[in-house]
Nanobody
C-alpha cells in the first residue's frame, strides 16, 4: 500500500515562507490525486489545496489562494506545497492525502475524497 511522508514543517515568523514535501513510497503515485489539509487544535481537518493526477488541475481554499502553491513531480513521487506570506492563523499540522483515481483531472476537497494519509508535519507561525 502506498505510504506518504510529509516533511518541511517548522517554526517561521509571520510573513515568512516554508516548502512542504509529500513523498510517496511507490512510483504508482502518478495515478493518485493528492491534496494538502491542515488541522489546528480543537478544529476539524481543513482542505487547503488539491492537485490532479496530471498536475494540470489545482483547487485552492480561499484562505490560502495567492499565498500557497501546490506542484507535483511524479518522477520523484513528490508533491510540494510552497507557502509564502505565512500568518499566525496558518499554524496547524499539515497532512498530505492521496487517493487512487482513474479520472486524470479530478480534484477532491473533502477529507472523504482521500483514503491514504501521512502522519503530518507541524507548521508554527509565530514571532
Amino acid at each position: 500500500q502506498l505510504q506518504l511522508v510529509e516533511s518541511g514543517g517548522g517554526l517561521v515568523q509571520p510573513g515568512g515562507s516554508l516548502r512542504l514535501s509529500c513523498l510517496a513510497s511507490e512510483r504508482t503515485f502518478s495515478s493518485y490525486r493528492v491534496a494538502w489539509f491542515r488541522q489546528a487544535p480543537g478544529k476539524e481537518r481543513e482542505f487547503i489545496v488539491g492537485i490532479s493526477r496530471s498536475g494540470d488541475i489545482t483547487r485552492y481554499a480561499d484562505s490560502v489562494k495567492g499565498r500557497f502553491t501546490i506542484s507535483r513531480d511524479n518522477d520523484k513521487n513528490t508533491v510540494y506545497l510552497q507557502m509564502n506570506s505565512l500568518k499566525p492563523e496558518d499554524t496547524a499540522v499539515y497532512y498530505c492525502g492521496a487517493r487512487l483515481v482513474f479520472r486524470v483531472y479530478s480534484v477532491g476537497t473533502d477529507p472523504r475524497d482521500y483514503d491514504l494519509w501521512g502522519r503530518g508535519t507541524q507548521v508554527t507561525v509565530s514571532s
